[in-house]
Structure formats: structure tokens, C-alpha cells
């Protein structure tokens, strides 16, 4: 497994903005799939993003446009930027890993043996 570490959560008003952040204890010899997911109590935890060891990023169809997931020359840095966020995105976020050349498609919690500790988001007036 990756020791994974986010931050970067807190709470802001809709329309606002906030870059989470991820530290990963990745080999560097190898490849791996990072991603984000998100939950809500009572839910079950749903994939926002991922990339890929190319550098190929996925979102899920409810972040529309508005996200960005993105490594550091490193890769051992992922960050996720969201902006224009709405009530409906308020969840705890984890980062997630996966030594893998690509990510799975779709974007599924049982593939990742790697999460990070989460770190709430919350949307609100």
C-alpha cells in the first residue's frame, strides 16, 4: 500500500473555490493510477477523478468542466482544483492510489488498496 496524506478541505461558500491537496509515498520506479473520490454520509464513496501514469485525466460527469486534477513533476503531489462548487458537492474527500499503468474505467472504490485519511469539503450560504 501508498501512505497517502490529503488536505486542503474546508468551507466555502457556492461559486467558491478550493485546491485540495495529496502527498504520496509512491515508489518512483513504478506507475500508478491516482484518483479522487468523495463521500457523504449515508452514501456510497463515488469517483470524481483520476489520472493516469500518462498523465490522462478522467472525471466523473458531475464535475462538468468544473474540476482539475492534476500530479507535480513528481507525481508525488496530486491535487484536485475545484471551482464553481455547489452545496450538492459538501462530502469528505480521500485520495486514492493504484500501482497501474492506466485507471479503471469506471471509477470504482473496491480497485484502490490505497487511500488517504479524507478531508471535508463543505458548501454552504
Known amino acids: 500500500q501508498v501512505p497517502l496524506a490529503d488536505s486542503g478541505g474546508g468551507s466555502v461558500q457556492p461559486g467558491g473555490s478550493l485546491r485540495l491537496s495529496c502527498v504520496a509515498a509512491?515508489?518512483?520506479?513504478?506507475?500508478?493510477?491516482m484518483a479522487w473520490f468523495r463521500q457523504v454520509p449515508g452514501k456510497e464513496r463515488e469517483g470524481v477523478a483520476t489520472?493516469?501514469?500518462?498523465?490522462?485525466?478522467n472525471y466523473a460527469p458531475f464535475v462538468k468542466g468544473r474540476f482539475t486534477i492534476s500530479q507535480d513533476n513528481t507525481r508525488k503531489n496530486l491535487y484536485l482544483q475545484m471551482n464553481r462548487l455547489e452545496p450538492e458537492d459538501t462530502a469528505k474527500y480521500y485520495c486514492?492510489?493504484?500501482?497501474?499503468?492506466?485507471?479503471?474505467?469506471?471509477?470504482?472504490?473496491?480497485?484502490?488498496?490505497?487511500w488517504g485519511q479524507g478531508t471535508q469539503v463543505t458548501v454552504s450560504t
Open positions: 509512491i515508489d518512483p520506479q513504478r506507475s500508478y493510477c
Open positions: 489520472i493516469d501514469s500518462f498523465g490522462t485525466p
Open positions: 486514492a492510489a493504484e500501482p497501474a499503468y492506466i485507471c479503471s474505467a469506471p471509477m470504482t472504490v473496491k480497485w484502490f488498496n490505497s
